[in-house]
Each structure stands twice: as structure tokens, then as C-alpha cells.
């Protein structure tokens, strides 16, 4: 089936020289047997070698696009700049610091087509540091809550095709920029599978 399919990549990117290859060569492997996908590395500011190394990779691949941000604006800001300049039919965003890989993103992509979106979720989100943990588990209960839905992980990586991203208008530039963006899509009544998946933390 993904033979068929195109997808653009985002990497949202700062400060990630040593992660930022083997990002790369994961995603390339990952996405190899799709009909044509792109990776855009959002480079928000950097202040080490991550803009260089996103150059050198684009220069020996026409798969790769560089974004720049010559300030560090934000996460959400760096997802929003890679999806509104993506140009194929599905999206999706992986970190660039290597906190997951290719067999948990296999889980997510493995289930493209079950639903409107695929969404993930931490299956050994005890693992964080305490303090994220608990900040995470009230940060999930509120949003809930507000607008009456129940997801298990609003931050994690998702698959969501690219005319439904444009038929949204979102506002925020932080942390909650994928709040706000699941939020919008699921008042719209579009259809969601969840898929639990085992990242990597941070020591």
C-alpha cells in the first residue's frame, strides 16, 4: 500500500548535531518502498554545525529540503513552516533528536488507512523524568476535559493528510501548536486510530 503513497517528512531541528544524521538515514530507510516522499529539516536557530550537516545531506539528495530560521522561534512555529510548505498528500513530523525509531515509526505507518488520522501515543511514558512525567499527565487530563475528547498523547508523531492540515487555521507557535492542531481536526468529526509506541528518553 505505501508503494502508492507520498508524504512529506518534517524534522524540526535545533541545536542537533549529533543526532540529526542518523536521523536522516533512519527516515530515508523508513520511507524507502513509498511511491515519493521529502524530508524538511526546519533548522530553528541552530547555534552548533546542524545547519551544515542539514546542507551537506540536501546537496546529495533531491529528497531533502532545508528550511531555515535564522532565530530559534519554537517548535511549533518550525512544524507549522514544514507543513505549509510540504508538498505531498500525507504529513508527518519526527524529532530530529532521535527519540524513537524505525520499528516503533513502523507501528505508526503500518496503520495508515484505519482512519482520517493516525495518531501516537508513549507506552513507557513513566520512563520520563518524574517531574515531565506528572507535568505530562495534567497537561492530558486538562486538555481532555476542555474540549470533551479522549486521547491518550496529543505530542507524539502523526500521520495526517495534507488537505485536512489545510483546512485548519492554527494560531499557536509553542508547545500546544499539536494540541491545537489534533483539537481542530477532531471537532470536524474526522475519524482517529491511536497506536502505542516506545520512545526513547532523554537521560
Same mark, same amino acid.
Given at each position: *500500500?505505501?508503494?502508492? &503513497?507520498?508524504?512529506?517528512?518534517? +524534522?524540526? $531541528? ?6 540529526? %544524521?542518523? @536521523?536522516?538515514? *533512519? ?23 546542524? #545547519? ?26 518550525? #512544524? ?5 510548505? $510540504? ?22 505507518? %503500518? ?15 513513566? %520512563? ?16 481532555? @476535559?476542555?474540549?470533551?475528547?479522549? #486521547? ?35 471537532? &470536524? ?8 509506541? +516506545? ?5
Amino acid at each position: *500500500m505505501h508503494r502508492e &503513497k507520498d508524504i512529506s517528512i518534517v +524534522v524540526p $531541528a535545533f541545536n542537533e548535531e549529533k543526532n540529526l %544524521e542518523d @536521523t536522516i538515514d *533512519m527516515i530515508e530507510g523508513l520511507f524507502a518502498d513509498w511511491k515519493d516522499y521529502e524530508i524538511l529539516i526546519v533548522d530553528d536557530g541552530s547555534k552548533d554545525q546542524t #545547519l551544515d550537516i542539514a546542507h551537506k545531506r540536501a546537496a546529495s539528495s533531491d529528497k531533502i529540503r532545508v528550511i531555515i530560521h535564522h532565530k530559534n522561534l519554537g517548535r511549533g512555529t518550525a #512544524l507549522n513552516r514544514g507543513f505549509n510548505e $510540504a508538498r505531498f498528500e500525507y504529513l508527518t513530523s519526527i524529532n530530529a533528536k532521535k527519540d524513537t525509531c524505525t520499528r516503533e515509526l513502523s507501528k505508526i505507518i %503500518e496503520k495508515l488507512g484505519c482512519a482520517d488520522l493516525v495518531l501516537s501515543y508513549q507506552l513507557n511514558s513513566n %520512563e520520563r523524568p518524574v517531574f515531565r512525567y506528572f507535568l505530562s499527565v495534567l497537561y492530558l487530563k486538562f486538555v481532555n @476535559t476542555l474540549f470533551g475528547l479522549n #486521547l491518550k498523547y496529543y505530542n507524539g508523531s502523526s500521520i495526517i493528510p495534507k488537505k485536512l492540515f489545510e483546512s485548519t487555521s492554527i494560531k499557536t507557535t509553542g508547545y500546544a501548536y499539536e494540541t491545537e492542531l489534533l483539537v481542530s481536526l477532531l471537532k &470536524k468529526q474526522h475519524t482517529y486510530c491511536e497506536v502505542g509506541v +516506545v520512545d526513547i528518553f532523554e537521560k
